[in-house]
């Protein structure tokens, strides 16, 4: 099945800074979304961006589908950005929803 | 208006017992999946209900199954409990369409097994 890598890791940083999140997938999508889980668990809908660029505020975000990538970028961090950010994408089955996540992101943004 | 609503937001069980889940999807969403996240294995696909009919299911033991409601509503239920059962549970709800669509998620529940 399709394949979905976050980088980096992990990634810590002081409150202001600029971040640049990525995300490859193996496979041809039909969907991209990014979500921030947040302390409580739950999923917050960051964007969904199959393709092209698409900006909220001090985030925005990149998917280049011909080259299976796509990049999440947080400008001005504040302490609340911090938490797990996930890319998700669908497994392409057509007539059912099947999201594979990413192993996410742990963003730290220090005060 | 509403997101989804999933309840109870936590659980404690004992190993052997069984639990169900519920999920309330956004009004006018048909399709329901529903996903298990642990620290060890991240977040996996469980199954996904469309028109009370399950379409895709993931790589879990048959203790863990689902179903859905006329109103799109949907449970899930796992059997003879273990210890590893012990997740956050969170489903999904997205408009039908040929292809999947945007999805949302409701606010989880966790599941402690003792």
């Known amino acids: 099945g399709i394949q979905v890598e976050q980088s980096p890791p992990d990634l810590i940083l002081q409150e202001g800074a600029n971040s640049t999140l990525r995300c490859n997938f193996s496979?041809?999508?039909?969907?991209l979304q990014w979500f921030h889980q947040n302390p409580w668990g739950q999923l917050i809908n960051l964007f969904y961006?199959?393709?092209g660029t698409k900006q909220n505020g001090r985030l925005s975000a990149t998917t280049v589908a011909t080259e299976r990538y796509s990049l999440l970028y947080i400008s001005s961090s504040q302490t609340t950005d911090s938490g797990v950010y996930f890319c998700v994408v669908d497994s392409l089955i057509q007539g059912a929803q099947k999201l594979v996540f990413g192993q996410g992101t742990r963003l730290t943004i220090n005060p | 208006k509403a997101g989804v609503t999933q309840t109870p937001r936590y659980l404690i069980k004992t190993r052997g017992q069984q639990v169900t889940l519920s999920c309330s999807p956004i009004s006018g969403h048909r399709s329901v999946s529903w996903y298990q996240q642990t620290p060890g294995q991240g977040l996996q696909f469980l199954f996904e209900?469309?028109?009370?009919?399950?379409?895709n299911k993931g790589n879990f033991p048959g203790r863990f199954s689902g179903r859905q409601f006329s109103n799109s509503r949907s449970e899930m239920n796992v059997s003879t409990l273990e210890l590893g059962d012990s997740a956050l549970y969170l489903c999904a709800s997205s408009t039908w369409g040929e292809y999947s669509t945007e999805a949302f998620f409701g606010q989880g529940t966790r599941l402690t097994v003792v």
């Open positions: 496979d041809s999508v039909n969907n």
């Open positions: 961006i199959p393709s």
């Open positions: 209900y469309f028109s009370e009919t399950q379409r």
